[in-house]
């Protein structure tokens, strides 16, 4: 069996096929290239969606005409997983018209919903299992006495990886995690990461930061902490349409596409090929120029000592004043509205419960 995994999908900009007519055709090679793989998996960050309203105090909602499902269908994804902070960022309704959307073009999802999926293909066998961190700040993650989101809790995720080994599926994790826009995954998604390893057989799927991150291999089972961007552009909001919230970088720009090749069970080889969001066009594979497949490898032989933590400090702290430097009072006037506070104490609830069921849990293992 062939497993390709896409990394942070969201079809609005330059992205969308109303706004970038020759679209398709720039992603013909990497067509081309999926068109072999009998499984094709995305992170859909966004929902499909007509005329539904945005909901919930946010920095940034993004949205994606329905339109752009034919970017899916042309690339062959076959499955998505919508467990990430965006999808229910237009409510129930827009996710409802998102999952409808999949479901009439034959396109898998899971990540919801307390949805899973297991497939077989040629008698290999794969599970494919998503959940979003809160410490991504995600919306709805409740909707009607029903769950929303499927959440990173770690005991969920044991059990459902030790259904996995009971029925003898290979469990494929997406895991929507980080801090956005910086190359080190955190010292905790590492040893949690680690720690499923060393118990299961597994892939690890990660997604959320938007740049790429390090890749390991742990006892045979392949760890990719951040894929980085599949197709995603500049985001802005209403309040400021003329200069963007998010500027993609040129680390924004390039992302991966992992290919995997799955026999007896396990995953006996991979391959990682880069993808380059260009503002002319999308480049794939060798002509993607000075892409360096291992550059951010290395940092993780140190994961969780001092000096790993303080130098993933630093680039979060760089991050972070970057953006400030490029903002006056003006524009923190122009945002100041009641959901700021909403957006404040939504962020803080979020770290509370995350502190319960995945960072106190995880701080046991060291």
Same mark, same amino acid.
């Given at each position: ?307 790993? =933590? *303080?130098? $993933?400090? +630093?680039? &979060?702290? !760089?991050?972070?004043?970057? #953006?400030? %430097? ?23 609830? =979020? *770290?509370? $419960?995350? +502190?319960? &069921?995945? !960072?106190?849990?995880?701080? #046991?293992? %060291?």
């Amino acid at each position: 069996m062939k497993i390709a995994l896409l990394g942070d999908i969201a079809p609005f900009g330059r992205c969308c096929v109303r706004e970038r007519p020759n679209l398709l055709s720039e992603l013909d090679k990497v067509a081309e290239a999926l068109r072999d793989h009998d499984v094709v998996i995305g992170n859909l960050e966004t929902p499909f969606i007509g005329d539904e309203r945005p909901v919930g105090s946010k920095s940034a909602h993004v949205k994606s005409h329905p339109d752009n499902v034919m970017i899916l269908r042309h690339l062959g994804v076959t499955h998505v997983t919508l467990a990430n902070n965006h999808i229910f960022d237009y409510g129930v309704a827009g996710y409802r018209r998102t999952v409808d959307l999949l479901e009439k073009n034959n396109i898998g999802w899971f990540g919801t919903e307390g949805r899973s999926l297991r497939l077989e293909v040629d008698s290999e066998k794969i599970a494919l299992l998503g959940y979003c961190s809160l410490n991504t700040n995600p919306s709805q993650q409740t909707m009607a006495r029903k769950q929303g989101l499927n959440l990173l809790d770690v005991d969920r995720v044991m059990a459902d990886m030790e259904e996995c080994r009971q029925s003898g599926h290979l469990p494929i994790v997406a895991v929507h995690s980080g801090q956005e826009h910086v190359h080190t995954p955190s010292s905790e998604d590492v040893a949690f990461a680690r720690k499923l390893a060393s118990k299961y057989s597994y892939v690890y799927y990660g997604h959320h930061p938007h740049v790429i991150q390090g890749k390991e291999r742990v006892d045979g089972s392949p760890i990719f902490y951040s894929l980085g961007n599949f197709l995603f552009d500049d985001v802005y909001t209403p309040r400021d349409p003329d200069k963007p919230l998010i500027r993609l970088s040129e680390a924004n720009r390039t992302g991966i596409v992992v290919s995997l090749d799955v026999r007896n069970g396990a995953v006996q080889s991979s391959r990682v090929l880069p993808i380059h969001i260009g503002p002319d066009r999308i480049r794939f594979g060798s002509e993607v120029s000075g892409f360096a497949a291992d550059e951010f490898d290395p940092a993780l032989l140190t994961a969780g000592s001092d000096d790993y =933590n *303080a130098s $993933r400090g +630093a680039a &979060i702290a !760089s991050y972070i004043g970057g #953006r400030r %430097s490029l903002r006056d009072m003006k524009w923190y006037l122009r945002r100041l509205n009641p959901g700021s506070a909403g957006i404040i104490l939504a962020a803080r609830r =979020n *770290a509370k $419960r995350h +502190a319960e &069921i995945f !960072s106190s849990k995880v701080s #046991r293992w %060291s």
